[in-house]
């Protein structure tokens, strides 16, 4: 799978992913710049974390669920580069739609 810069991800959102599909796995690298974690909704003892992830083309959202933040909790810090792979739900009205996190490794 090719890794994509995160303006390359907002022309796939915008062009070529509106075709017929409604989600799309991606892999795309970079830096976390900020994360914001709450509890869910419906129980307090689970969590949601909301990443950015920057490179030099710009800035992308992603959204990691308890059991990601969990497995790569010590990976989804702030200056962390890192690889993240994971799905990207198009909705014809919020082009934007964040990374929905299934997948993070390191970046060497």
Known sequence: MKLLKCNQVKELSNNELLKDKSRTEISICGTITSTIQIPTKSNPYKFIRFITLEDETGTIDCVCFDREIKKFDKLLQINNQVIITGEKFI??????????????KLAK
């Open 91 to 104: 909705d014809r009205e919020e082009p934007q739609t964040p990374i929905i996190m299934q997948n993070v």
